[in-house]
């Protein structure tokens, strides 16, 4: 699967930024995804997941109540709608497959294919 995250940028802290995930090469309704992050000299780290069909999604604690995860499968595109962002969200952003587990785990090792990641920078 070929996956190209975009819609990152700078913003201020309190506000909203969405970012997307195109993906071509398999059909796209079959398999969960998932974000995650990473800042320099740290693991990446999950962010949120969403089933195949769109019915259940999973958030890191830290995200919860903030982020929202969210696909069109008819449009082979995955969402993630962030509000209230914080200087501690920076970070980039990369969009991932998981082809086999359900449900969609937390760890990025269960992960299959990997976006190129999109810069996401929160100012105080």
């Known amino acids: 699967v070929q996956l190209q995250a975009s819609g990152g940028g700078l913003v201020q802290a309190g506000g909203s930024l969405r970012l997307s995930c195109a993906a071509s090469g398999r059909t796209f309704s079959r398999y969960a995804m998932g974000w995650f992050r990473q800042v320099p000299e740290k693991e990446r780290e999950f962010v949120a997941a969403?089933?195949?069909?769109?019915?259940?999604?999973y958030y890191a604690d830290s995200v919860k109540g903030r982020f929202t995860i969210s696909r069109d499968n008819a449009k082979n595109t995955l969402y993630l709608q962030m509000n209230s962002l914080k200087p501690e969200d920076t970070a980039v952003y990369y969009c991932a497959t998981d082809l086999s587990t359900y449900p969609p785990t937390h760890h990025r090792y269960d992960y299959d294919d990997w976006g190129q990641g999109t810069q996401v920078t929160v100012s105080s």
């Open positions: 969403i089933t195949s069909s769109g019915d259940n999604t």
